[in-house]
């Protein structure tokens, strides 16, 4: 099952107003796109969290969408609020698991110098971080490990090989198995859509901070 949403000149004035503090748009909105929060949570890692909190999570995070949200820079709503609900879902998950001591995939908290740049940044970010936090656990580690997503730099896949207690090669199967399974749409779907915001330069540079490349 998909999900889909086209901006029209109607529903451009809704959001214009929802952001002028009208709150019969904003609820109408909200409404209106419940079912991309259902569908996003739906692909989403939830750790501890039960179904109905991860919701709510993405419901603040489509709120958060609504009201940020500009119809003139040319991409559809559900490109642009995926990818927040994701992030507040993430932040959420990831919360809860620090609450109970099973961080899996920490993150570091981005910092803003150029609003435009390191939002994106930080969306593309996210949408990494809650891919890999989909993969079974194994997996999960292997690649958070290797590739420095848990903020230590990077690992060699002989130091994780010795680590697990198996070989070089036995690593080196599974993270391969992650990375094709990372490549499929069901897991990329919002770094793909990042991608056709005409982003791309943009889109490497982050990966490449994170020490990924694609």
């Not at 949403?5 to 709150?23: E, K, P």
């Not at 559809?76 to 620090?98: D, L, N, P, Q």
């Not at 848990?150 to 070089?168: H, I, P």
């Not at 943009?202 to 490449?208: E, G, K, V």
Request: aromatic share 10%; net charge positive.
């Amino acid at each position: 099952m998909s999900y889909s949403t086209t901006i029209h000149s109607q529903d451009a004035n809704l959001y214009v107003q929802a952001q002028g503090g009208d709150a019969q748009s904003l609820e109408k909105l909200m409404c209106m796109h419940e079912g991309l929060v259902h569908h996003i949570v739906r692909q989403q890692w939830r750790g501890p969290l039960s179904y109905e909190q991860t919701i709510h999570a993405g419901r603040i995070g489509l709120w958060r969408a609504v009201l940020g949200f500009d119809p003139g820079r040319g991409y559809a709503f559900s490109t642009y609020a995926g990818v927040v609900i994701a992030r507040h879902v993430w932040h959420a998950v990831r919360y809860a698991e620090k609450e109970e001591g099973t961080v899996l995939v920490p993150a570091p908290s981005p910092s803003y110098v150029d609003p435009w740049t390191e939002v994106l940044a930080e969306e593309v970010q996210t949408a990494l971080y809650a891919m890999v936090a989909r993969l079974p656990a194994s997996q999960r580690w292997i690649v958070c490990t290797y590739y420095g997503l848990d903020g230590r730099g990077g690992c060699t896949l002989a130091e994780l090989g010795r680590r697990r207690g198996c070989s070089r090669q036995a690593i080196h199967y599974h993270l391969r198995k992650a990375l094709i399974a990372l490549r499929h749409p069901a897991f990329s779907a919002l770094l793909r859509a990042l991608l056709d915001r005409n982003s791309r330069a943009a889109y490497l540079r982050a990966l490449r901070a994170q020490g990924m490349q694609p």
